[in-house]
């Protein structure tokens, strides 16, 4: 009989307790092994994922979301050379972050200590499994995880293959629970487990934001929407404009730091524009513009404010045409979500400008949106991209899933 969420939640928050004080060694002998489980039982995912993936054709899931939903050989290698990543990276528990000697003698220092117990909800994608329990593991946090029904089969292989890990190194098994309801009840029942859950990682779209913000009663890190922008200024080095676009918009559209607005100087109109349409055409591109981009390429759809503000996750882009880099600012302080900005531009002011003046958890000069990744950070990997400025903010490493306590030591000082 399956338990409930809040027994399961209990279960973990019990197991928390002995992971938080578990020693490096062990928490990177757990990562290691569930990495060889990995490449031990491929074929078992990949089956339970092929299982997943023909439920989800079935139910009419878009191609993006199939294609974070598929999981190939090359893709488990990569989730694999996530998890030695974080191997590699060193443990941030039990670090001193400062500390200070006051006059009357007493020692303080601030040391980094797990958050707990982490809740993480996320959409289609199976490698997250693998990347949020290898991050709070190491960083001493018990996670829960609730992933989409669209994923369940893949989750659960790939979970289990962590609980197994943490029973070999005799640590709790409900250090990493997944839980088998995909409902939305299991998801308000999560947000308001408060003083079991520490924290709550959401990785999704707006109705699961909204569905988190009018229940949360833990607190809530959120990953947000990746409604980037690429400006190319007049001075841009229009080859390089061109391939940062093309890897930005076409590499992978379906993930949150693929470019969605395209932003063009009116000096460069004539000599880029129609260009540039025409490459993203022949990829496949659907291209929604103003009155100046519908001039250019015959085409092109017109844009709406709606569209402006629509992060598509596909391959399908706004472009519009700005008077100057004012202007462009303006443009994505109206509409970005926080994620990811970049300009393309050969003139150090201008560059200075834009990341002085852009409001975002990642601003980029002269490279692509796709570079906004934990793993690319080196990071290891990366529990999610934090569009707040509260605790965290951008790609989020095992140093954000801690926080600091305060250590005081003395010899006997009282407060007068």
């Not at 990276?89 to 000697?101: E, H, L, N, R, T």
């Not at 029904?149 to 709790?172: C, D, G, Q």
């Not at 882009?317 to 990811?340: L, P």
């Not at 965290?392 to 007068?416: E, F, W």
């Amino acid at each position: 009989m399956t338990q409930s969420v809040t027994q399961l939640i209990k279960n973990a928050k019990s197991a928390s307790y002995e992971i938080a004080y578990a020693n490096t060694d062990i928490k990177n002998r757990v990562v290691a092994r569930a990495a060889d489980l990995i490449e031990q039982e491929a074929g078992s995912i990949l089956e339970a994922n092929e299982k997943d993936l023909k439920t989800a054709e079935r139910d009419g899931l878009s191609q993006t979301a199939l294609d974070r939903l598929n999981l190939t050989q090359s893709r488990l290698d990569s989730m694999q050379q996530g998890l030695h990543d974080i191997i590699s990276q060193p443990d941030p528990v039990g670090s001193i972050v400062d500390g200070w000697v006051l006059p009357n003698g007493l020692n303080i220092s601030r040391k980094r200590v797990p958050l707990g117990l982490i809740g993480i909800i996320y959409e289609n994608r199976p490698n997250v499994t693998s990347d949020a329990a290898a991050l709070c593991l190491k960083s001493g946090n018990g996670t829960v995880l609730r992933g989409s029904k669209s994923a369940i089969n893949s989750n659960t292989v790939i979970a289990n293959l962590f609980r197994r890990a943490l029973k070999e190194n005799s640590l709790p098994e409900d250090s990493v629970t997944l839980l088998p309801q995909v409902d939305h009840e299991s998801v308000k029942e999560m947000v308001s487990a408060k003083g079991l859950l520490d924290c709550v990682i959401p990785r999704g779209g707006p109705s699961l934001l909204k569905a988190i913000n009018d229940n949360a009663t833990v607190p809530v890190i959120v990953d947000g929407d990746g409604n980037c922008h690429i400006y190319v200024d007049d001075s841009a080095d229009l080859k390089m404009a061109e391939d940062i676009i093309v890897n930005a918009k076409v590499q992978r559209p379906g993930v949150c730091n693929a470019m969605e607005t395209l932003l063009v100087h009116k000096n460069i109109v004539n000599k880029f524009l129609n260009h540039i349409c025409t490459v993203l055409d022949g990829f496949g591109v659907e291209i929604l513009g103003d009155r100046v981009t519908q001039s250019m390429f015959d085409k092109v759809k017109e844009a709406t404010d709606e569209d402006y503000a629509t992060e598509f996750l596909d391959l399908k882009v706004t472009v519009k045409c700005v008077d100057n880099i004012d202007e462009a600012i303006k443009h994505i302080r109206q509409y970005s979500s926080g994620h990811s900005e970049a300009i393309v531009t050969s003139s150090l002011a201008r560059a200075e400008q834009f990341v002085q003046q852009v409001d975002a958890a990642a601003v980029l000069v002269n490279t692509s949106t796709r570079f906004v990744d934990g793993g690319e950070f080196g990071l290891g990997a990366e529990i999610g991209i934090s569009t707040q400025k509260l605790h965290a903010r951008g790609p989020m490493g095992l140093k954000d899933l801690t926080c600091v306590k305060y250590v005081l030591n003395g010899n006997g000082q009282i407060r007068k």
